[in-house]
């Protein structure tokens, strides 16, 4: 397959859609990038990525969201990307990842939110709509777990234990980082390719996906958020939602059990939960029409 070249910056200049924009705020003390889309009077979105991936998780979702009348925010959060990467482990608490977003739905001139997470996105989701829980508006998380619901699987099924081996190897100091970087990112790219569906991740993401491990600091900076949250753990001031809550689990993810979806949204007090039976954790990626559907009719 011919794969293009890699474009000098992975910024919204790589969607096809032309009604999205590259922007750099300065939030929290820290510069972040964002790619944003529509009316700048619409009801806001914010979408957030997980590990190791960065905005374009979300592609698929910004045009479909414009649409339907929606202002979109997509930033690359702290450490990814093109966005600052601080070397401080310290600063990649989760209690700060929160306050990134806090004060970037401010910087559009915006009180609240709705607010969708994937993966390590969708931790923070959670971890801003039960700590400053008057800026979240609607939340939608896939395929991340609220965290007491993680504590209790960790403390009773030693199956998620297992799932979660690669937590404790990436607490080692610069191995991970010299693994990952190995052979053109080999490592990284086989984490999305062999635990995904064929063809989630083409060889056309994947030059996008090389072009931002490889930015200056981001290997360590996407680390960094494994490492502080177990030497900072975090510490929600509470435990239940109130705000509508859609929790979308992908029953074939290989790094968290399936109980997770339906122990998360127990702990919404208007959740709901849509399962995705044959679909693995990067549930964007292999089932974006659904996807889009989804949270379409929720934010509605």
């Given amino acids: 397959m011919d794969v293009p070249p890699a474009p000098l910056e992975t910024d919204a200049s790589i969607l096809s859609f032309s009604g999205a924009t590259s922007t750099s705020r300065t939030v929290n003390g820290v510069r972040l990038h964002a790619v944003t889309a529509g009316d700048a009077d ?52 989760l209690r700060d990842l929160s306050r990134d977003i806090v004060d970037l739905i401010a910087s559009e001139g915006r009180e609240t939110a709705h607010v ?56 080692l100091p610069w191995l991970p980082e010299r693994l990952g970087r190995y052979d053109d990112f080999r490592a990284l790219e086989r984490v999305l390719r062999e635990t995904a569906s064929p063809g989630a991740f083409t060889d056309a993401d994947l030059v996008h996906y090389r072009r931002a491990w490889g930015q200056a600091g981001a290997l360590t900076g996407m680390l960094n958020w494994y490492r502080a949250l177990a030497r900072y753990p975090p510490d929600a001031p509470r435990d239940r939602l109130d705000q509508p809550t859609l929790v979308v689990w992908g029953e074939e993810d290989e790094a968290l059990v399936p109980e997770l979806g339906l122990a998360s949204v127990q702990f919404c007090e208007r959740g709901r939960l849509e399962r995705l039976p044959e679909t693995s954790h990067w549930v964007p990626h292999e089932k974006p029409e659904r996807v889009t559907e989804l949270l379409l009719d929720h934010l509605r």
């Fill in 116 to 171: 969708v997470g994937h993966d390590w996105g969708g931790i923070v989701a959670w971890d801003l709509a039960l700590r400053f829980p008057d800026v979240v508006d609607r939340l939608a998380v896939a395929n991340a777990p609220h965290p007491v619901a993680f504590r209790q699987q960790l403390a009773s099924n030693p199956e998620q234990i297992r799932r979660s081996w690669y937590v404790l190897a990436f607490q």
């Fill in 42 to 93: 619409d009801p806001l979105v914010v979408l957030l990525h997980g590990f190791p991936e960065f905005w374009y998780t979300w592609r698929e979702q910004i045009e479909p969201l414009v649409e339907a009348g929606y202002r979109v925010v997509v930033p690359d959060q702290r450490g990814y990307n093109l966005s600052e990467k601080p070397q401080d482990v310290r600063a990649y608490q």
